[in-house]
């Protein structure tokens, strides 16, 4: 696979948490009783479901959820000429590391980044002894940790580095740990895929203990195809937001999203109003002065002296130049900078 094609299936998980996380913090603001425990046991409610996803993918299509959506599978680290099948799942011991790699490390590093931020929190407002051991030890710690940090992303840099050169058959140090690389499907894959899909099971007679396994895990496979459809489809529902907010589309965003020009007032007569309107925008249409106490009428738009509009509006109830139906109360004070 290209590393565009690897990064972008690394990356795709990546956008999922923070839209669900979106998701249940506003159900948990809404009915804080009723979903609040969501909010608080976030973490561990999504590594669940991860858990679940990424087993489903594994066993059936020998690649997680993201790289079997972008047509990825897994196999062993090896000089095989053929490759098995993505049906024929991965060894048990890849398979488990592959597993573990997939949901305990992003889920581990993720509590450890919320309890640097909450160290450093804590250590603004800190009330323990300058000199106690406590103190000393997350001191050292949150000031290690930034060092830590980058050593951990120079390592997937530097192996991306040598996949686009060619020195190494793993874009990322966590597929060489559970000592499988990514390869495309084929289409005896897809094939075989297709085939595992619309099988059915056959109707021999089996044990209650084997009916309830089989019924259990038909359950948890239905699940784990619901969650894993509703993700598809909302993958590219993602996408177009991420297109739709990047701040390199936006100016083709606000030609698509801009109000219409309003149309000229209907009963302006624009050689009339010509001759009423001054040409230096500074100027007063009906003292014809420099303005003071800019006012403009919400009915028209058009700005005048407070002391000209109050006067001329409170006799003819209307604009002077489009005449418009006005009020005192559609008279706006303007404030600038200047004043």
């Known amino acids: 696979p290209s590393i565009f094609e690897a990064v972008a299936q690394d990356s795709l998980m990546a956008a999922v948490k923070p839209a669900l996380q979106h998701l249940v913090k506003v159900l948990?603001?809404?009915?804080?009783?009723?979903?609040?425990?969501?909010?608080?046991?976030?973490?561990e409610i999504y590594v669940l479901l991860d858990l679940l996803l990424q087993q489903h993918y594994l066993a059936r299509c020998s690649a997680s959820f993201s790289e079997n959506f972008y047509s990825?599978?897994?196999?062993?680290?090896?000089?095989?000429r053929q490759q098995p099948l993505a049906t024929a799942g991965l060894p048990k011991r890849q398979h488990w590391k592959s597993l573990l790699l997939l949901v305990l490390v992003p889920y581990l590093r993720g509590k450890l980044e919320k309890l640097v931020c909450s160290l450093r929190e804590e250590d603004e407002y800190s009330i323990h002894p300058p000199s106690s051991s406590w103190k000393r030890f997350y001191r050292a710690f949150l000031a290690a940790y930034?060092?830590?940090n980058m050593t951990w992303e120079g390592?997937?840099?530097?192996?991306?580095?040598?996949?686009?050169l060619g020195k190494a058959q793993h874009h990322s140090p966590m597929l060489r740990l559970a000592g499988v690389r990514l390869v495309r499907l084929t289409a005896e894959d897809i094939q075989a895929l297709e085939k595992k899909l619309v099988g059915?099971?056959?109707?021999?007679?089996?044990?209650?203990?084997?009916q309830v396994q089989s019924?259990?895990?038909?359950?948890?496979?239905?699940?784990?195809?619901c969650l894993s459809t509703g993700l598809s489809i909302s993958m590219f529902f993602?996408?177009?937001?991420?297109?739709w907010y990047s701040s390199e589309n936006q100016e083709t965003i606000k030609s698509l999203t801009a109000l219409p020009t309003p149309p000229p007032p209907v009963h302006l007569d624009h050689e009339a109003s010509s001759a009423l309107l001054p040409k230096l925008k500074t100027v007063c249409p009906l003292c014809r002065k420099i303005r003071v106490n800019a006012t403009?009428?919400?009915?028209?738009?058009?700005?005048?002296?407070?002391?000209?509009?109050?006067n001329y509006v409170k006799t003819h109830q209307r604009c002077p130049i489009t005449g418009y139906a006005t009020e005192l109360q559609h008279l706006v004070k303007l404030y600038s900078p200047e004043s």
């Open 28 to 43: 948990a603001e809404s009915n804080p009783d009723r979903y609040g425990f969501l909010w608080h046991w976030f973490d």
């Open 72 to 80: 990825l599978k897994r196999i062993p680290i090896g000089d095989c």
């Open 146 to 148: 930034p060092f830590v």
């Open 155 to 164: 390592w997937f840099l530097i192996q991306q580095l040598c996949y686009i």
């Open 200 to 210: 059915t099971t056959s109707s021999e007679t089996r044990s209650i203990k084997t």
């Open 215 to 225: 019924a259990v895990r038909k359950a948890l496979g239905g699940i784990a195809f």
């Open 238 to 243: 993602l996408q177009f937001l991420d297109w």
């Open 296 to 310: 403009a009428l919400s009915t028209s738009g058009f700005v005048f002296c407070y002391r000209c509009a109050y």
